[in-house]
């Protein structure tokens, strides 16, 4: 199941924290996927990523200290502990994606490292490159040797 959400500060963390705690409660796993997705096409090297997908990464998602939640912080720019948040602060990107028009989309998952993996492998088939934000190649390796 994925969910998503604004990538919007505080209207992130108000339905967040709900959606946290219902899914602790249902048992949910802890961990997942997140993706950070645009409300338009992205000109990628091998043709239009029409989904707008700007950044996958994964971790602990079901706690209040979480990966995603250093993900929007550094979005917002309220911290700085989270490299590819970090990266969409240049204000030339921020006028072609404003913060208001992203969404963060979650799957979670009791195999966060191997659905990232997939994600990020199937995205680099598809478009010959990595999302704009992410920087990590080392699944482009594992992949190539199977």
Same mark, same amino acid.
Do not use: C
């Given at each position: 199941?994925?969910?998503?959400?604004?990538?919007?500060?505080?209207?992130?963390? =108000?339905?967040?924290?709900?959606?946290? =705690?219902?899914s602790e409660k249902d048992g949910l796993p802890i961990s997942g996927v997140y993706?950070?997705?645009?409300? =338009?096409?992205?000109?990628?090297?091998l043709g239009d990523d029409n989904d707008g997908v700007l950044y996958?990464?994964?971790?602990?998602?079901?706690?209040?200290?979480?990966?995603?939640?250093?993900?929007i912080n550094a979005l917002n720019n309220t911290e700085s502990r989270h490299n590819g948040g970090v990266r969409l602060n240049a204000p030339n990107i921020l006028n072609k994606f404003p913060i208001e028009n992203l969404k963060v989309e979650i799957t979670l998952t009791e195999s966060p490292e191997e659905l990232e993996s997939n994600l990020l492998h199937q995205y680099n088939e598809e478009?010959?490159?990595?999302?704009?934000?992410?920087?990590?190649?080392?699944?482009? =390796?594992?992949?190539?040797?199977?």
């Amino acid at each position: 199941m994925t969910i998503q959400f604004s990538a919007v500060h505080n209207t992130f963390y =108000k339905d967040f924290e709900v959606w946290r =705690k219902d899914s602790e409660k249902d048992g949910l796993p802890i961990s997942g996927v997140y993706k950070l997705v645009a409300d =338009k096409p992205i000109g990628r090297l091998l043709g239009d990523d029409n989904d707008g997908v700007l950044y996958i990464g994964k971790g602990v998602i079901l706690s209040t200290a979480s990966r995603v939640g250093k993900f929007i912080n550094a979005l917002n720019n309220t911290e700085s502990r989270h490299n590819g948040g970090v990266r969409l602060n240049a204000p030339n990107i921020l006028n072609k994606f404003p913060i208001e028009n992203l969404k963060v989309e979650i799957t979670l998952t009791e195999s966060p490292e191997e659905l990232e993996s997939n994600l990020l492998h199937q995205y680099n088939e598809e478009f010959g490159e990595m999302p704009p934000f992410n920087r990590r190649m080392e699944f482009v =390796k594992k992949a190539t040797s199977l």
